[in-house]
């Protein structure tokens, strides 16, 4: 499993497209997975 940070208007995009789509499942490179975002305050 790959883990990484994202920060700014990135990252915005990221939690705000994972939040409208819960479900949903995200290609990334030549994979398809589950994004999970866990927002540090």
Known sequence: MRR???DG?????VYT??????DALWRVGDRVVRLV???VP
Do not use: Q, R
């Open 9 to 13: 208007d990135t990252a915005a995009s």
């Open 4 to 6: 990484g940070e994202i």
């Open 37 to 39: 975002v866990d927002p």
């Open 17 to 22: 497209a994972a939040l409208s789509n819960p």
